[in-house]
């Protein structure tokens, strides 16, 4: 009788094992599958992901007249160009907006200040560069000079005068 029930016993703890060691490894494989489907990530990623069409057609309306008004207002103020500048690219920043070329070039990609050729951008022609010079940072930066009928450049198209940037034109 007390053979039988140590080998019930033992029949029983044997049980007990298999069944620990396979929740076990269940729950290990679940484990691996959370982490590999990363579910979490991707419902993050929906909670950020872009603002509705509606706002984003009145904000890049919003980023464009921002820099408008800082063209139209640099003359009297400066700073408030500058100020309209800032507030743009803000716009721009939360609701992930591209900044079309022609009004990113109107200000300094290093301090954000309002640019002007003649009064606050120096423009100069360099080696078949044009090089920018802001007159607030004194930062430089360069672009090739490209005619619209070869796309490159001989030595005499890039001489001062005989060349007209389209951003000279205000
Ligand atoms: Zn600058």
Redesign the pocket.
């Known amino acids: 009788m007390a053979v039988l029930k140590k080998v019930r016993k033992d029949l029983s703890e044997e049980v007990s094992k298999e069944a620990h060691k396979e929740t076990h490894d269940a729950g290990a494989s679940d484990k691996r599958i959370s982490t590999g489907s990363s579910r979490r990530g991707r419902r993050s990623r929906q909670r950020y992901s872009k603002k509705p069409a509606k706002q984003l057609v009145l904000a890049r309306k919003h980023m464009i007249s921002l820099f408008e008004k800082a063209r139209a207002v640099f003359n009297k103020d400066p700073s408030l160009a500058d100020r309209y500048v800032s507030l743009a690219r803000k716009v721009a920043m939360k609701f992930k907006l591209r900044i079309p070329s022609k009004y990113k070039r109107l ?7 309002f ?1 002007v050729p003649g009064k606050t951008l120096r423009v100069r022609v360099h080696e078949h560069r044009l090089i920018y010079y ?6 430089f930066w360069r672009k090739p000079l490209k005619t619209a009928r070869s796309g490159t450049v001989t030595r005499s198209d890039a001489k001062p005068g005989r060349f007209e940037p389209d951003h000279l034109s205000f």
């Open positions: 200000y300094c990609q290093h301090c954000y200040r640019l802001c007159s607030h940072c004194g930062k």
